[in-house]
């Protein structure tokens, strides 16, 4: 049972314009979460994350936002850009477990010129 | 230049065969990670290691086995015993037991025939 849900495998955005990649967890455990980029063929690279006492974390155009009760996060990305265009995937990890993160099986984002 | 080596980029086997996956790091992180990425379904943990001499299996374990006898190198041993070999292989680290963020190698892809 996917504790970590990625809904939508594919996303396709108009370059400049915003990007809403979505995330939900089942696990109430869970209280710090993360959003990895991967290229193909390449490993993913940390991208930003935020902890459950916060609702929102800002890094340049990536923003996260978190809703804790209704179990949802989304990363918002604007201005998108091409070099956006790549997997995105969502990561869910407990501190009072193992640290080790859940992931979801990632969106494909692609952002046209 | 600090990072995560795996090599080779891509491998072949023939059905059958034990193959080893090398991961090397130099960033002096004490935990290791093995994960398995197949089309659709995210990131799935097969082994991880905290601390030198000490493993634990993660969700996909069977198949497979590893050895952490240096703390720089986390190889993976994929058995003939493993049913679905062919995939792509990422290994990645994290400072300690309790640190949420990791650090991926540029991954292996395995093609078993």
């Known amino acids: 049972d996917q504790q970590v849900k990625q809904n939508s495998p594919s996303l396709s955005v108009q370059e400049g314009r915003i990007s809403i990649l979505n995330c939900d967890y089942t696990n109430s455990m869970f209280d710090y979460f993360l959003w990895y980029k991967k290229y193909p063929a390449e490993g993913p690279t940390f991208l930003i994350s935020i902890s459950s006492i916060k609702d929102k974390n800002e890094d340049g155009r990536f923003t996260v936002f978190l809703n804790k009760s209704a179990k949802h996060l989304s990363l918002h990305i604007v201005p998108s850009q091409p070099g956006d265009s790549a997997v995105y995937f969502c990561a869910a990890s407990a501190s009072g477990g193992s640290y080790i993160p859940t992931f979801g099986r990632g969106t494909s984002l692609i952002v046209h010129p | 230049d600090g990072g995560i080596t795996q090599s080779p980029k891509y491998l072949f086997r023939k059905e059958g065969q034990n193959v080893t996956l090398s991961c090397e790091q130099n960033l002096n992180h004490d935990a290791m990670y093995w994960y398995r990425q197949d089309p659709g379904q995210g990131l799935r943990l097969i082994y991880y290691s905290q601390i030198v001499n000490d493993f634990q299996k993660g969700d996909i374990a069977e198949g497979y086995s590893v050895s952490r006898e240096k703390k720089e190198s986390f190889p993976l041993t994929v058995t003939s015993a493993q049913k679905n070999p062919t995939a792509f292989y990422l290994c990645?680290?994290?400072?300690?037991?309790?640190?949420?963020?990791?650090?991926f190698g540029p991954g292996t892809r395995l093609t078993v025939t």
């Open positions: 990645a680290s994290s400072p300690g037991q309790m640190t949420y963020e990791q650090y």
